[in-house]
T-cell receptor, first 115, second 112 residues
Framework: NAGVTQTPKFQVLKTGQSMTLQCAQD?????MSWYRQDPGMGLRLIHY???????DQGEVPNGYNVSRSTTEDFPLRLLSAAPSQTSVYFC??????????????FGPGTRLTVT | GENVEQHPSTLSVQEGDSAVIKCTYS??????FPWYKQELGKRPQLIID?????GEKKDQRIAVTLNKTAKHFSLHITETQPEDSAVYFC???????????FGTGTRLTIIP
């Protein structure tokens, strides 16, 4: 199992550009989520999904879109990049609540810089 | 929504001594409390978690305690080793492992 994979690992964007961060998991997890990590602020939830076709907003959703067309993939789209979106982005997946194994497995992260 | 506060932000401990990190949460409906360890440049990894129907859980040198009345939970690391140096995050959720709210992290340094 590759677990949770993310691409790219690093990305530099200019203000106003758009891009998609890719996330995939091969553990057949129903739950997937995106976080951003900024110094001194921990991880903050952007969007999450409890299954294919179902997505919802987290704590900091503005400026980001997601879709979940398959169980495996959960891409994060930046519509018009802003310097405030400079951050490290982590994708995570897990079984749904109510199942014995609660662990959220994180991907390796994408370091995004917006200039 | 849920708010999780974590203290201290930095902690230095002599090798072999114990380390304690504390978190408080605001939503009394929270029922799941995981702790993650993140080494420099790496992804967060779960080290221990506890659910609201349990007061304490232990895994070798690591333990977590939960006080639902006071709405706080703590991570205890005994017999610390250099490889324990990392940033530790607590988190809480009202819906199992979904929609985790994280604390701001504690940078733990083990002094040889």
């Amino acid at each position: 199992n590759a677990g949770v994979t993310q691409t790219p690992k690093f990305q530099v964007l200019k203000t106003g550009q758009s891009m998609t961060l890719q996330c995939a998991q091969d553990m057949n997890h129903e739950y997937m989520s995106w976080y951003r990590q900024d110094p001194g602020m921990g991880l903050r939830l952007i969007h999450y999904s409890v299954g294919a076709g179902i997505t919802d907003q987290g704590e900091v959703p503005n400026g980001y879109n997601v879709s979940r067309s398959t169980t495996e993939d959960f891409p994060l789209r930046l519509l018009s990049a802003a310097p405030s979106q400079t951050s490290v982005y982590f994708c995570a997946s897990s079984r749904l609540a109510g199942v014995q194994d609660y662990e959220q497995y994180f991907g390796p992260g994408t370091r995004l810089t917006v200039t | 929504g849920e708010n999780v506060e974590q203290h201290p932000s930095t902690l230095s401990v002599q090798e072999g001594d114990s380390a304690v990190i504390k978190c408080t949460y605001s939503d009394s409906a929270s029922n799941y409390f995981p702790w993650y360890k993140q080494e420099l440049g790496k992804r967060p990894q779960l080290i221990i978690d506890i659910r609201s129907n349990v007061g304490e859980k232990k895994d070798q040198r690591i333990a977590v305690t939960l006080n639902k009345t006071a709405k706080h939970f703590s991570l205890h690391i005994t017999e610390t080793q250099p490889e324990d140096s990392a940033v530790y995050f607590c988190a809480a959720s009202t819906s199992g492992n979904e929609k985790l709210t994280f604390g701001t992290g504690t940078r733990l340094t083990i002094i040889p």
